[in-house]
């Protein structure tokens, strides 16, 4: 539940702050408008400032409860195992028509959802063949609109087709290159390289769709550029790889070629701290935020390490994610 709010609140975060940039624009379009009218007719000004603070307030009412209304957090699914149920969810993806893609994991499946609900299609069953899964955590959608699947427990990565087919299988178990321990979070570069979260071997490895790997992150411990159990991995623009360091509670920016660019959080319940951050994403604006697991709740977090916001707590009521002014 907390990965799929997270991904709801990316979406809201860009989505409110995309209108407050919108009015911003309008509003100084409104005053240059109103200077000209002014200079032309004197006497003008005054009237004519007053209906500008009016357009601008109605517009700015009308676009704020726009995005309040696209804000509100919607409640999907229930436990089980029919067809829009889930049973321990972990792994969420939004693809490019807005369609919700939910690691169903302990389902040993993963479901295609609208945004009311509705399951769309569903692929996968228990077991270690092609296109079966053991407890899938990680999705992501490459630019072909594929999805990539952490099939965990059977050590491996899986690429499928919307229709349930496998495309390829990356990995096998072990702790050679290539060969992955539980894998958990997966991601997709500019690149289309597939970044995994390698989780039982403390590292994160980037792998062509071939299975090569092109180049591989940390080793166990808790220094700069260590792991201990990594769970989340993000691109963000720059194609830094931001990683939930699980176990040492904190997440780290990380280059391709494994230099630290800066780490922040420490355990506790605090703002800025973590209890096993799990998820991370990343928002338009470069803000990275994290599925505070262990604090249930989600902090929106600057590259610098400074909170920007907080929602959530424990509970299972319904709750609006919306909460970053």
């Known amino acids: 539940m907390q990965a799929r709010c997270l991904d709801v609140h990316i979406r809201q975060v860009c989505g409110r702050r995309s209108v407050e940039s919108r ?5 100084k379009k409104v005053d240059k408008l109103i200077d000209r009218v002014s200079a032309l007719v004197p006497g003008l000004g005054d009237v004519g400032r007053e209906i500008s603070e009016e357009i601008k307030a109605e517009a700015r009412a009308l676009e704020i409860s726009k995005a309040d209304t696209a ?21 969420v993806a939004i693809d490019q028509e807005g369609h919700i893609i939910v690691a169903d994991t302990h389902n040993h499946r993963v479901q295609v959802m609208s945004h009311d609900g509705k399951m769309i299609c569903k692929f996968g069953s228990e077991g270690s063949g092609d296109g079966q899964f053991n407890n899938p955590h990680g999705v992501a959608i490459d630019h072909e609109g594929h999805i990539i699947v952490a099939d965990t427990r059977n050590n491996r990565v899986q690429v ?6 496998m495309i ?3 990995g096998s178990g072990g702790s050679g290159d290539g060969q992955f321990n539980n894998p958990q979070g997966v991601a997709i570069d500019q690149e289309g390289h597939i970044i995994v979260a390698d989780s039982g071997n403390n590292r994160v490895q980037v792998m062509s769709r071939d299975g090569k790997m092109i180049c591989k992150l940390g080793s166990q411990g808790s220094g700069d550029g260590q792991f201990i159990s990594p769970h989340g991995v993000a691109i963000d623009q720059e194609g830094h790889i931001i990683v939930a360091d699980y176990s040492n509670d904190r997440v780290q920016v990380m280059s391709r070629d494994g230099t630290m ?23 338009q604006e470069g803000h990275i935020i994290v599925a505070d697991t262990g604090n249930n709740r989600v902090q929106v977090m600057s590259r610098n390490g400074t ?19």
């Not at 499928?160 to 087919?165: A, I, L, P, V, W």
């Not at 920007?308 to 509970?315: D, L």
Request: charged share 20%; net charge negative; hydrophobic share 25%.
């Open 23 to 27: 009015l911003e624009e309008l509003e």
């Open 71 to 91: 804000g509100w957090a919607q409640v999907i699914g229930m436990q089980g195992s029919g067809d829009g149920q889930f049973n321990g969810p972990f792994g």
């Open 160 to 165: 499928m087709s919307r229709d349930g087919k």
């Open 168 to 170: 390829c299988k990356l």
């Open 261 to 283: 660019i800066c780490k922040f959080g420490s355990g506790g319940s605090g703002d800025g701290q973590f209890n096993y951050p799990y998820g991370v994403a990343i928002d």
């Open 307 to 325: 909170m920007i916001c907080k929602f959530g707590s424990e509970g299972s009521g319904d709750q609006s994610c919306w909460s970053c002014d």
